[in-house]
């Protein structure tokens, strides 16, 4: 039997240990979901929903109780752990009220010869490997439809966020969705690839390029659904329109809320070099402005890095944008106390041949680039080997548009950021993966249409 230890990112003190699961086990809750899959499926879409929405229910009710819990094992600041969770109730009441739209067999064409309709079956069962940084908005994103369009899931929740998963897998089975049809399989890296040795009929993955990269090698020749949800380095310009002030508390809060730990956190600011020195002056203010503390206190708005390795990677950062002419304008250094801790960071006058500008920072650091036109800003901002976000601040919409068709994202923001919406696609270009979540699109990927050819005898 193996250990999973959590431990807590702002002390570094173990809270718990779980026992994680292993090959054999893994491999029998994969069979126990195979058995079960049709009879869930069978049953009527309204007995899932209501499932779903006591699932709901039991996230309002809880919430102090689930937020505290992901702010101990994550280390986000409290009022964005409430956040996120009465951010995956609106998630639902969307999932609720669009899958009747999504999968409803829809008749395309008739006369009195032939009938054609297109249904969508469920794929079956899938695997949900998850990331940590939002657990229940990319766990959710996934589990949801899935479980909604009558299918099985085996769902393993980031090996940094596993008591947050046993909180929905507990509150999931208590809303009626049966053990067999989601399971929770604990432990890290090899147990998601225990998990993939299964016969499952999609791979829903969330998390790094590299592991995306690994998961695609080990599940491509099975030629099942495979979509992946990973990193970014999202690129926003200011405009010489733009208000300074304004697009840099924007920008700031883009950059540093869930301490820069998010898929879609800006990662690089591109300013025009009429307003760059005076949206410097409002951006560094802000980040200054910003509480750093125990991220229990209400009023926290930065918290630890979730993983402590990250330090490194965002020391080696700051070191090497140093080194090649960069200027620090706020932060740069680790904080000195227990836990993992990194002061709000703020380069300038950096450019691509530094790493900030060009790999996934995933902390609260941000480098800023004067630039001299639209063009350069947009040759810039695809400069990239992702596609996750892009943004834009300017008053004049259609220079706006020019620039956001011709940027390879897939979101695209006017004169805001970091922001994602239920009702609309997640997707990503190039090394942010393949495939879609969110929308009636995320909602029909867990389901493989069937043709129907109906002619009357
Ligand atoms: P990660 O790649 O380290 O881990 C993700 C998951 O994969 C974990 O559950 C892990 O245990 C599992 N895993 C590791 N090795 C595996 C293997 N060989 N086979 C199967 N599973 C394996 O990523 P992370 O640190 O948890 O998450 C951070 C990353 O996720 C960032 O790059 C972030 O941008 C990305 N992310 C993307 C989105 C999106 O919607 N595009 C959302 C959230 C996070």
């Known amino acids: 039997m193996t250990v999973l230890s959590v431990h807590n990112p702002a002390t570094g ?5 779980v026992t994680a699961d292993d090959a054999a086990s893994v491999a029998a809750k994969a069979a126990r979901a195979r058995a079960a899959q049709p009879a869930w499926a069978a049953q009527p879409l309204g007995a899932r929903k209501a499932c779903i929405e006591r699932f709901r229910n039991a996230l309002e009710a809880d919430v102090e109780e689930l937020a505290q819990t992901l702010t101990a094992e994550v280390g986000k600041p409290i009022r964005q752990a409430r956040n996120e969770i009465d951010g995956l109730r609106g998630r639902i009441d ?32 899938v695997a949900n490997i998850s990331a940590w940084n ?38 999931l089975h208590a809303a ?13 890296g090899a147990v998601g690839a225990a998990l993939l040795d299964q016969p499952v009929d999609g791979v829903f993955f969330t998390g790094s390029a590299a592991t995306g990269k690994r998961v695609a090698a080990a599940v491509g020749p099975r030629l099942v659904r495979l979509q992946l949800e990973l ?15 304004a697009a840099a508390e924007s920008l700031a809060d883009g950059a540093m809320y869930n301490t820069g730990q998010s898929c879609c956190s800006v990662e690089r600011i591109y300013v025009h070099e009429r307003i760059h020195d005076e949206f410097v002056r409002h951006f560094v203010a802000t980040v200054a402005g910003f509480r750093i ?37 706020a932060g740069g250094k680790r904080i000195e106390r227990a836990g993992n801790w990194f002061a709000p960071t703020v380069l300038t006058n950096v450019d691509h041949m530094m790493a900030v500008m060009r790999d996934e920072s995933f902390g609260p650091i941000i480098g800023i ?37 011709a940027v390879r994202a897939g979101s695209v923001y006017w004169n805001c950021c970091d922001r994602v919406s239920p009702r ?22 867990f389901t493989r249409p069937r043709a129907w050819h109906l002619r009357p005898a």
């Open 231 to 245: 990193g970014g380095k999202d690129p926003t310009y200011v405009a010489d329109d733009a208000d300074p002030k």
């Open 369 to 405: 680039q004067r630039v001299q036109s639209d063009d350069e800003a947009l040759a810039l901002m695809n400069d990239t080997r992702y596609g996750l976000t892009a943004g834009v601040y300017t008053r004049d919409e259609a220079r706006a548009a020019r620039l956001l068709r």
């Open 13 to 17: 003190e173990r809270i718990a240990d």
């Open 176 to 188: 009626g969705v049966p053990e067999a049809i989601f399971a929770t399989v604990v432990g890290a």
């Open 293 to 329: 503390g125990d991220p229990l206190a209400d009023g926290s708005y930065i918290g630890p890095l979730t993983r402590r390795p990250q330090l490194d990677v965002l020391d080696a950062q700051v070191a090497d944008a140093l080194a090649k002419g960069a200027t620090l304008a």
């Open 94 to 125: 969307f999932f609720l009220d669009a899958v009747e739209r999504a999968v409803s067999p829809e008749t395309v064409f008739a006369d009195a010869a032939m009938t054609e309709r297109i249904g969508h079956d469920p794929l079956g069962v």
């Open 134 to 171: 939002y657990p229940y908005f990319v766990g959710g994103n996934v589990f949801v439809p899935a479980l909604l369009t009558g299918n099985a899931v085996l769902y393993k929740p980031s090996e940094y966020a596993t008591l947050t998963g046993l909180h929905i897998d507990r509150r």
């Open 424 to 445: 609309l696609p997640w997707s990503g270009h190039g090394d942010s993966g393949v495939g879609v979540t969110l929308s009636t699109y995320g909602i029909q990927t």
